[in-house]
């Protein structure tokens, strides 16, 4: 006998009250030997995620690794959607062996963790198994991410999905905040991030409006 449907959102999609982001180390240093996605891109991808996350009120931890003796300071387009917020420097590679992270992951409480940042392969997957291992469901942000080859950020993306990680792009990210074009509340800003940060999807809104008026609510 088939299952009985129902309109409603299934458990596994992200909501922006569910989870908490972590984005880490978008630093120059970290860019600068970035090779599977380009900067522009990267820094665009970076900069929908952090605005999503700001404008929809997810909790936010920004995190950094030896800012002021290395890697340098963390993108604008990251830390200008959040004023005020401190960063959390840190000497470990693994942002879940930091303790100030941790402390902060504690006081905000929520099961899921949504990553993004630099290198895939080592900067991710290290708080990505860690926190798997201790019982959170894990999403990385793939097109948020970079390493220092396509196959290190692959390889890196694979290792995750296996041990039970759960892969996303930057738009769907913010459009599974969304969900229903009928949430006026946010349909402007969602519609104003895609625009500046959407690519082509974004480019179609700023048509669409501009030519026949048109709205997704409708």
Same mark, same amino acid.
Not at 40 to 54: F, I
Not at 115 to 143: K, N, R
């Given at each position: 006998?088939?299952? $009985?449907a129902?309109?409603t959102?299934?458990?596994?999609?992200?909501?922006?009250k569910?989870? &908490?982001?972590?984005m880490?180390?978008f630093?120059?240093?970290?860019s600068?030997?970035?090779?599977?996605?380009d900067p @522009?891109?990267?820094?665009?991808?970076?900069?929908?995620? !952090?605005?999503?996350?700001a404008?929809?009120?997810?909790?936010?931890?920004?995190?950094?690794?030896?800012?002021?003796?290395f890697?340098?300071?963390?993108?604008?387009?990251?830390?200008?959607?959040f004023?005020?917020?401190g960063?959390?420097?840190? &000497?470990?590679?693994?942002?879940?062996?930091? !303790? !100030?992270v941790?402390? $902060?992951v504690?006081?905000?409480?929520?099961?899921?963790?949504? %990553?993004? #940042?630099? /290198?895939t392969? @080592?900067?991710? @997957? #290290?708080p !990505?198994?860690?926190?798997?291992?201790?019982?959170?469901?894990?999403? @990385?942000?793939?097109?948020?991410?970079g390493?220092?080859?396509?196959?290190?950020?692959?390889?890196?993306?694979?290792?995750?999905?296996?041990?039970?990680?759960r892969?996303?792009?930057a738009? $769907?990210y913010? %459009?599974?905040?969304?969900?229903? /074009?009928?949430?006026t509340?946010?349909?402007?800003?969602?519609?104003?991030?895609?625009?500046?940060?959407?690519g082509?999807?974004?480019?179609?809104?700023?048509y669409?409006?501009s030519?026949?008026?048109?709205s997704?609510?409708?």
């Amino acid at each position: 006998m088939a299952p $009985q449907a129902t309109p409603t959102p299934g458990a596994k999609l992200l909501t922006p009250k569910d989870h &908490t982001l972590i984005m880490i180390d978008f630093q120059s240093q970290m860019s600068f030997a970035t090779k599977s996605i380009d900067p @522009v891109s990267l820094r665009n991808n970076a900069a929908l995620v !952090a605005n999503a996350a700001a404008g929809f009120g997810v909790s936010t931890i920004l995190t950094t690794v030896a800012e002021k003796s290395f890697s340098g300071p963390m993108f604008t387009e990251v830390t200008d959607p959040f004023p005020g917020q401190g960063l959390l420097d840190r &000497t470990s590679m693994n942002t879940w062996e930091d !303790a !100030a992270v941790i402390a $902060q992951v504690n006081k905000i409480g929520k099961g899921r963790i949504v %990553l993004a #940042g630099l /290198w895939t392969s @080592v900067c991710i @997957v #290290g708080p !990505a198994l860690s926190a798997l291992d201790q019982g959170f469901e894990v999403y @990385v942000i793939a097109d948020a991410c970079g390493d220092v080859s396509t196959e290190a950020h692959e390889v890196a993306l694979q290792r995750m999905i296996q041990a039970g990680a759960r892969p996303m792009t930057a738009l $769907q990210y913010m %459009l599974e905040l969304q969900r229903d /074009w009928a949430r006026t509340e946010t349909y402007e800003l969602t519609t104003g991030i895609a625009k500046k940060y959407g690519g082509a999807y974004g480019l179609g809104i700023i048509y669409a409006k501009s030519m026949f008026g048109a709205s997704e609510a409708h």
